[in-house]
C-alpha cells in the first residue's frame, strides 16, 4: 500500500513538474544551461531508482543529470582552486561562426573551465540580436561559475573578417550574411562593462597555436588555414603582427600562378585558388576526362559536383593513385606559398591546419619537397612545417588566447 502510495506521488510530482516546465518552456528555451541547473536541483540523483516511468523519460532526465553531475564536480573542483586561481586571471572567450557560436570562460594556462555553445541562425536574427545573446550567456556562464564580470580580465572575440580590430568593427563576412559595419567591440563593452578585443579567426587561432599547440616556445610563427580558404596569423617578434591596416597575412590571394584559375578574391592564379579544398576538388573534377577519378568518384556518390577535398583525401589514404596524384600537385603549390612567405619573413615554424592536419603526410610530403625546392636552405633548415595540433579546441583556445596575447 504505501509502496503503491509513493509510485503515485512520484508519477503526481513528475506530472507536476512538466506542468510547471510547459509554463517556463519559453524561459529554459533561451536558457538551456540553467534548465539543467534547475532539474538537478530539483532531481539530484534520485530519479534512476525512484521512478518507474517510461525508460526514456528515466534515461532522459538521468543524462541531465549526469552530465550536471560533471558539470558541479568541475565547478567544486574550480572552487577548490579558487585561492590559486585568483592569482591567473579569469578570461571569457567568445567565438562567433557563421553556423555555431560559443561563450566560454578560460584560465590563462589553456584550460577551459565553462563553455555554452549554440546556433548562430544568422539569417534568423539580426546581427544585434545575436550580440545581445551572446552577452546573456557570457553573463550566465560568470554567474553559473560563481564569479562577478568585474573578475573577469577580457574578452576576446574571435570573429571570420574582414574586420578593424582596432574599431572592433565587423565588415561583412562571408559567413555572417548581413553584418555590415556591426560594431561589436563597442556593442559588447557596454553590456558586459569590461574590455573587448575583437580579432579576425586566423589571427586568433594562430595566436592559439602559438601559445598551446605546435607553436609553443618559437618566436616566429606563421599559421595557415587550408580549408575553405587559405588564410593565416603571423606571430613576428613573440608578438601578433596585423600590417599596416589589418590585412598582413592574407597569404592565401598572392599570386603562384600568373593567368591561373579564378580566385574568390576576383585576382587569378592566387594559392587560394589552387591549393584551398574547393580547389582540390576542381582539380579533382578537372582531371576526370583522363577517366582515372573513379574512387573519388564513388565517394561521392557518382556527382561529380558533389566531390569535395574530403574526399580526394579519403581516396588518397586508400591508396588510390589519382587521389595521391591531386594531393601532390595541391601540396606543391602549397609549397611554392610557403617558400615565398620562408623567404618573407624567415619563421621558425610554419603551422598549417584542416586539410594538412586530415591528409598528414600526403600532402605534408609534397610541401616539404617545394619549400626545399624553391626556397634558400640556410632559411628552410631553421623552419619546421607543422600540423596543427589544437585540432577542435583551436576555436575555443582563439579566443582565450586574444585576452592572453
Ligand atoms: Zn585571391
Redesign the pocket.
Known sequence: MIGQFSVLFQVWGLVHFFRVFRVFRGFYSHNPELLRVHLFRVFRGRIAFRIPISGFITATLNSYVSELASRVAALSSYKGRERHLMAEPVILGIDIGGTKSAVLLGAANGEILYRLGEETRANERTPYEILDRLAEMAKEAVRTMGLSLSEVRGVGISCGGPLDSKTGVVYSPPNLPGWQAIPVKAHLEKALGIPVIVENDANATALAEWMFGAGRGANNVVFMTMGTGIGAGLILDGKLYRGTNDLAGEL??QTILINGPL???G?RG?L??LASGPSIARLARESMMYGRHKRVLALAGGKPDDITARHVVEAAQEGDPFAIQILDEAGTYMGVGIANVIQTLNPERVILGTIAVHAGELIMEPIRRAVREYAWERAWKVCKILPAELGDRAQDLAAIALVLQ
Open positions: 592565401g590571394h580566385c574568390n578574391c585576382k592566387c587560394e585558388a
